[in-house]
């Protein structure tokens, strides 16, 4: 049996990330509202430090270590938030962060990952395992591995978005967050549960990699090849068994989007909201304007879970 | 001699634009306060209703109004921001508007203005006089003009986004806005006086049209044509007596930026900070870096002003 995280792992991520990750604010559109005929509450975890939610999971598990782990250092692997976030978290922390990354992740993300400081080691995404790059990395050099989402203390620190939003904006009738490994969905999940029972949580992933959804129908972890989507924060090829549990838990649905459907909505957050938002961010919003007519006088929760999008890959993709 | 408003009115403004104009967030960047070696603070008027602050004295203006000349209806000219206030405002307080735009106007804010239900009459900016083309308007069909700078309930209106910003965040040592015809930077000085006595308030302007430096530095207001540069909200060809002796009185200092300033810092808000600022919400940010070494240790306030930006523009100017 795996010890899951509950809503008091969520509670003490916040406290330790209070004053060091952004409390970010809760955006409203009334175009979005009279769109979908519903209230909806954005949570701009675009506006996030380092631009995603994965500040929060990376800084409350880098902050758990002990002194002597930290001095050793960490070792992270990750499409690309989640690298930024570990390697902020180890800057402000005080210990080394070796990174290993897709070869072909945004620049920008891996510019921004060696801006914090941390050594980054780049692998072929679709032929190496950098699950096995990054267990060589810390056997080799004593380093403590931060997993992008299948580690207690990453799903905590993701789960205080949700319970950011909640605290501020009341109970909600449904909430939409983009499902890639699985730990922001799951510590929305712990939030939403704890503070507004009532809340269908759905999580969404990209439809060319609906590992999780297939996950939760056939009752076992799937795995696929890695999906070919603009999502590239959702690029995952398999959840965990900690992520795995919470969903089957507490899920309503997980639903997907076209790389056209997160195309859309990302125009409509940079021309009607003036905020940017990289394709997997858009995950939530697709998924809510599919199932408009179950969202009627609604109040609807949506995470925007990051915004590192290269601008030249952002004017291509809006066709600017 | 005219009546100047004064920061009754804005606390009076501010109570006619409450659930109706969002309370903007203050975004704050680790990484715009170490290059500039100051505390930022950046009010995120590009999050408000319509993409500016312009609603907040379009909307002040037309509730201000007896309710025989709503019925009545109003007329406005503008470059862009006021003609989608107003036409905002007047579709939420239930009067007709007619908006005199120019021929070159973005498309965006064009097509924006129309989607509020008013009615748009096009002019040539650089052969037209559009103060006359509203005037005739005003006087033929019985339209309350509601200009976009120069008067009383639109300068209260724009200054509580600068209340609230110091009600945020606390007294602030500088604080930097852009100035087009000066409603913006008047509202926003009649606000800082009196939340924070000792604030140095800055208004900055395109290098391409510095009307309003001139006229501080001539003692009369100073005429010019219409500028060529890319911060169309700024693109006035002169201040009005209001505005202008408000910034007499109020104002540290004027400073001007030019267009690759703007573009430079419309590229930093966008791949670090995840919001879309168009040109003329630049000028306070690029202001305060040319002298970032008067700003070093201090609180600093900047109003970014709008976000109304086309994308194939936004593209084109970042070069991406």
Redesign the interface.
Known sequence: MVTLPTYADVEAAAARIAGVA?KT?V??S?TADDALGASLFFKAE??Q?M?AFKFRGGYNAVASLSPAQRKAGVVAYSSGNHAQAVALAAKLLGAPAVIVMPHDAPA?KVAATRGYGAEVVLYDRYTEDREAIGARLSAERGLALIPPYNHVDVIAGQGTAVKELIEEVGPLDYLFAPVGGGGLISGSALAARALSPDCRVIGVEPEAGNDAQRSLAEGRIVHIDTPKTIADGAQTQHIGDLTYAIMKRELAEIRTAADAELVEAM?FF????????EPTGCLGLAAAKQIKDRLKGKRVGIVLSG??V???R???L?G?
Chains 1, 2 share one sequence.
Do not use: Q
């Not at 940079?270 to 938002?277: D, E, G, L, S």
């Open positions: 952004h604010p955006l409203t009334r675009n506006l430090r631009g920008a125009g940079a021309t009607r909201m003036k905020i940017v938002v915004g590192n290269d601008m030249k952002f004017s291509e809006l600017a």
